[in-house]
């Protein structure tokens, strides 16, 4: 996974190991989050870009199967980054953009939070202050090479698709995959519902 021929522009990133994403998830203590900065009313996100209420795409699995692969088990997020290859001396490290998030105005202290929470399991987790056009500007130019950062839309399921998780529309704030591109491509010009599903 990382490989330069690939195509992946940062490689080397920390985030390009699936068991040190599945630990960040981990860490994460979602229904303290909710109710300490969201008042109780935050919906968990199972599966971004797919909810319930969407039907097209949803997968009831899902819900039965979050709890043990990304629900919050910080024990299960260290033993992640451990068969990783990362421990209190080789921690690994990755840098939270500090930016306002747009419709939440509690954004800034959730990614605190996020912050407290990863470096309870081992991460080094570093603070960066940006204003959002700063931020824009480093993910088109693709700058950003080992960052993380707290996003929202207000866009349909497929408009968020296409812009977090395909290359076709704004570039640099995600992975970009080919065979996520060839499948939108494909999604959008159909019009058999047994495709879309």
């Given at each position: ?81 451990a ?27 959730i ?17 960066a ?24 839309t ?8 296409y ?28 019009g058999?519902?047994k495709?879309?599903?």
């Amino acid at each position: 996974i990382k490989d330069p021929s690939k195509g992946y522009k940062f490689p080397d990133s920390p985030m390009m190991d699936l068991k040190v994403r599945r630990a960040l998830n981990k860490a994460i203590n979602r229904d303290e989050i909710n109710k300490t900065l969201l008042e109780g009313k935050g919906d968990l996100l199972i599966n971004n870009h797919f909810h319930p209420l969407y039907r097209k795409g949803w997968n009831p699995d899902w819900e039965r199967r979050f709890p043990k692969e990304l629900g919050y088990d910080p024990e299960g997020a260290k033993a992640l980054l451990a068969e990783a290859g990362y421990g209190p001396n080789n921690p690994p490290t990755t840098t939270l953009i500090s930016a306002p998030v747009a419709g939440v105005p509690s954004g800034q202290d959730i990614g605190e939070s996020l912050a407290k929470y990863w470096r309870a399991v081992g991460f080094n987790i570093q603070l960066a202050p940006m204003d959002p056009g700063q931020v824009s500007q480093a993910t088109r130019q693709l700058q950003l090479k080992n960052h993380l950062d707290i996003l929202t839309t207000g866009t349909t399921q497929w408009g968020s698709a296409y812009a977090y998780i395909g290359g076709i529309t704004s570039r640099g704030s995600k992975v970009e995959l080919g065979d996520v591109d060839d499948a939108l491509n494909e999604l959008q010009v159909t019009g058999d519902e047994k495709k879309q599903e």
